[in-house]
C-alpha cells in the first residue's frame, strides 16, 4: 500500500502511515511507552515518600508499585486511544442473497448434557441464533459431551442423550431442517483420573474440524440434518449463552472471512499468518441475562457500561477496538467464525494432550484473529460473586499454564521440542494475562509495605489511590456529560453509584483476589512441574448455574481470610508505625466486609424491576 500511494503520488495521514507499521513494532512501542511509565512510577513513589527500607526493600516496593500501576496505565492509554483511532471496516463480500455454497457455514455450539431442562435450553438457544439468521441458509449444531463421571457410563446419559435428540427433531420438523447434534462418548483420562470428553471444548473443535475435512466420526451420535454439516468451509463456533448476536451476524461474519483481503496468507514456512485472518470474531459487550431476574452484582454492571459507553458502542455500529485498530489484530476469545481448513492446519498437532485448560488466547496467537467491530456478541455477566471467582480461578490457572508458550521452543503433541512459531502479538497476550494475576498481590505489597515503611502513610496512599482513580474519574466524568446530554438523569444516577461501587471492588476484594491468584498460581505450577495431574480441571457455567447460591454464613466461612489479613495488618502497623493506622484501619474495614459485601451483591433484588435492555441506535 506504501509503494502504490508513493507511485500515485498521494499523501498519507499519520493513521494509514500507523496501520502500514508492522505489529512486532507496534507491539514494542506500545509496551515501551507503558512499562516506561510504570517503572518511573514505581522509582520516583519510593523515592519521594522516604521509605524506610534498606535498597533491596525499597527495590522490591518500587517493582510492586510498577506492578500496581501497569494496568492502571493500559486503561488510561486505552480511554483515550479511541479519541485518535477510527474503527477499521473489515471488508467483506455481499451475502445479502444468503450464504453461497463455496462459503458453507456451520454454526457449532459446544456444550455439556447435564439435564433435561438443559437440553432444552440448549434448544432454545440454537432456535434463538436460528431466528436471528434464518436467511443465512446455514446449519446448526450442538457439539456434545457428558460430563465427567468415574465411569465411562451414567444411569441418565441414555435420557439426556435421547431428549437432546428430540429437541434437535422438533426443531428440524418447525423449521424444515438444519439443525444437528453432534455427541461424542467419554473417554478415559489417566491425568484426570476420571472419564471425560477429550481434551474438552479444544478437543470437540479439532475434532470437529478433522471430521469435516474428510477423517473419520469421532460421534457417539450424529442425529439431524447431517446434509448442513458435509462440505463445511467455515465454523462459527459460539458458547451455549451467545444467542445475543447481531441480527444477521452469521452471514455478516461469512462474507467478511470470504473476502480476498481477509484471507490468512502464511510465511515461507506454512506455520506463521503474515496476513489476512483465519478467525474473525464479533465485538463483544456486556448485558443482562433474558433467562432470569438479575442480581445485584449483574445490575450494577450494566449501569456502569452504560454510563462509561456510547450508545454507539452498544449498538451494532463499527467502533473501535484497541487492538484491531492499533495492531490489526485481536486476542481470541473463543468465539468467532473460522476457517476449517487452515485453522486444522496451524494447530493440529501443535500443543501436547493434558496440558492446556485455556487454548483460546494460545489458538488466536497460532492463526491471527481479527474482529469485526459491527457485529456485535452481548454476553451475560455471572449472576453472583462466587461465580466470579470459581470462573475468574479457572482462567487464572489456565494463563498460568501457558507461560511455556513464552519460551524459544515448545513441546508438541508428539512429545517433540521445536521452534516456538508463535507471534509476538500472541506471546505478548500471554504474558499480559499471567502478568495480570500478579496485580491484587503487588497491590496489597505496595499498601501494606508502604504503610509499614513510609514516614508519611497517608500521603503513600493518597498516590496510589490518584493513580488508580484519576483516569477512572476522567471518564467517569465524560460519560456523565454523554448522559446528561442525552436526558437519562436516572441512569446516571444508578451509572453513578454503580461506578462508585465497583471501582471500589478492587480495593473491598483485594485480598480475595490476591487470595485466588496466589492459589491458581501455586496449583497450576505444582500440577505443571510436578504432579501432572488435573491440568484440565474445570467446571461448565451450565454446572455451575444448577448449584445453589452460598449463604452469608458459607461467604464468612469461604473468604475469612480477608477479614483475618485485616486484623494481622491492623495489628503489624499498630507495632511497626502507629501513625500509619490513620490510613490501614479504612482499607482493613473495607476488607472485613469483603464477605457481606460478596455475599449481598450475590442477591436479587426483590422489589426492584428489570432496566430496559439499551437502545440499539
Known sequence: LADFAARLGARLNWRERLRLRSTSSLVLAYCAVVYSLCAAFGIVSVRMFEIALPWYGQALLAAATALYANYIVQSWINLHLPQLLLPRRMPRMDFSAGIPDSAKTLVAVPCLLTSVEGADKLARTLERLYLANRDAGVGYALLSDFIDAPSQHRDDDEALLQAACAQISILNARYGGGFVLLHRPRRWNASENLWIGWERKRGKVEELNAYLLGGPSPFQTAHGDLAKVAGTRYVVVLDEDNDELTAGAVAELAAAIAHPLNHATTGADGRQVEAGYVVLQPRATMALSQDA???????????????????????????????????????????????????????????????????????????????????VLRENFVPTFYAAMRRSHRWMRGDWQLLPWLLPTVRTAAGVRERNTLSLFGRWKIFHNAMRMVLPIASLLCFVLGWAASADAGLWTLNLLAIAWVPAAIGLAIGLVRNLLAGSLRSVVRGLWSWLSLRSASFIFGVDQAQTAFDAAARASFRMWISRRKLLEWTASSVMATRRDPSLGQYLRMMWFSPAFAVAVVWMIARVNPPALSSAVPFATLWSSAPVVAWWWSQKPQAQGRPAPPSPA
Open 293 to 375: 431476574a438479575p442480581s445485584r452484582l449483574e445490575l450494577m454492571i450494566h449501569a456502569m457500561v452504560e454510563i462509561e459507553t456510547s450508545k454507539d458502542f452498544r449498538a451494532d455500529k463499527p467502533a473501535v477496538h484497541i487492538d484491531q485498530d492499533l495492531f490489526g489484530q485481536a486476542a481470541y476469545g473463543g468465539k468467532g467464525i473460522y476457517d476449517v481448513a487452515m485453522f486444522h492446519r496451524l494447530t493440529h498437532g501443535r500443543i501436547p494432550e493434558n496440558t492446556i485448560l485455556s487454548h483460546d488466547v494460545l489458538e488466536g496467537g497460532m492463526v491471527r484473529a481479527g474482529v469485526v467491530s459491527d457485529v
